[in-house]
């Protein structure tokens, strides 16, 4: 199983439907691939608060058929990250997940909102379920961003049959060692794969750590981009799951 993950830098010189133009032709660039990934509300950038609710589309909006079109047009799995999603109930960090004929397999609204008592924790609503994506040869378990220092919720994951967590964020450079660590930590912890694509650049004044980084279910680093826009490709197999869950049953130890 190949997977691409399309660091993208989010530059505020660069409209937001020029943004989707270029994300989506570099989707198609990806033909060819099993699996894509984008990262965290890349059409305003996770930090750029002000812009969440002048941006905000329903679900169905033009990212959706950007992306569900890119996806068929490429004839990939796409984990297209996350919009700002305006609903009745709210606005949600949702994140889109599309099959190779441009259906929408998935959709996951971000649970834990990252901010304290401001920004995104203040601005947007959470979601309450748990979501995964079944794919021929494996299931997605979706999280975003902050949600990464959540173990609790990896575990219900797995308890949903998620072999392969896909996390799409925009996480700070400031705290890159914990992303880097994190991600091998869910990864070991759940025997699982963690494919999480990260934003390159700087947007609302908040540099971005990048370093998109693919780890498979024995905690190994198979690859991790630099700091700056990237495609990261990767090949992965996705019976190495069930090898490393009956080589080393940690996970059958489970009193809890
Ligand atoms: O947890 C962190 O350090 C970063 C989280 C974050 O930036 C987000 O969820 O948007």
Redesign the pocket.
């Known amino acids: 199983m190949r997977a691409s993950l399309i660091q993208i830098g989010v530059n505020e010189d660069e409209s937001v439907e020029a943004r989707r133009r270029r994300v989506a032709s570099l989707v198609r660039e990806q033909a060819g691939a099993d699996l894509v990934v984008l990262p ?2 890349w059409t305003t950038g ?2 750029a608060y002000e812009s969440f609710e002048a941006e905000a589309e329903p679900l169905e909006g033009p990212t959706y058929e950007a992306m569900a079109k890119a996806a068929s047009d490429a004839g990939v799995w796409l984990h297209a990250g996350s919009i700002p999603e305006l609903d009745p109930a709210g606005l949600y960090n949702t994140s889109l997940v599309f099959s190779p004929s441009g259906e929408l397999a998935a959709a996951y609204r ?1 649970i ?4 304290f008592d401001k920004g ?1 924790a203040v601005l947007m609503s959470a979601g309450t379920e748990v979501v995964t994506a079944r794919l021929p040869s494996t299931t997605l378990g979706l999280a ?6 959540f173990p609790e919720l990896f575990r219900r994951l797995v308890d949903a049959d998620a072999e392969m967590f896909v996390v799409p ?4 450079e ?2 890159r060692s ?2 880097t660590l994190l991600a091998q930590a869910r990864a070991i912890e759940n025997q699982s794969y963690v494919v999480a694509c990260g934003t390159a650049g700087t947007h609302a004044r908040v540099p971005q750590a990048g370093h998109s980084i693919v780890v498979d279910p024995w905690g190994e680093v198979l690859a991790e981009a630099g700091a700056d826009e990237e495609i990261l490709t990767v090949d992965l197999d996705p019976a190495k799951v069930a090898t490393t869950r009956e080589q080393f049953p940690a996970l059958k130890d489970r009193v809890l």
Do not use: N, S
């Open positions: 965290e509300l996770a930090f971000k834990h909102r990252f901010g995104e975003t961003c902050y949600d990464l220092r964020a925009g996480w700070p400031r705290r914990h992303w």
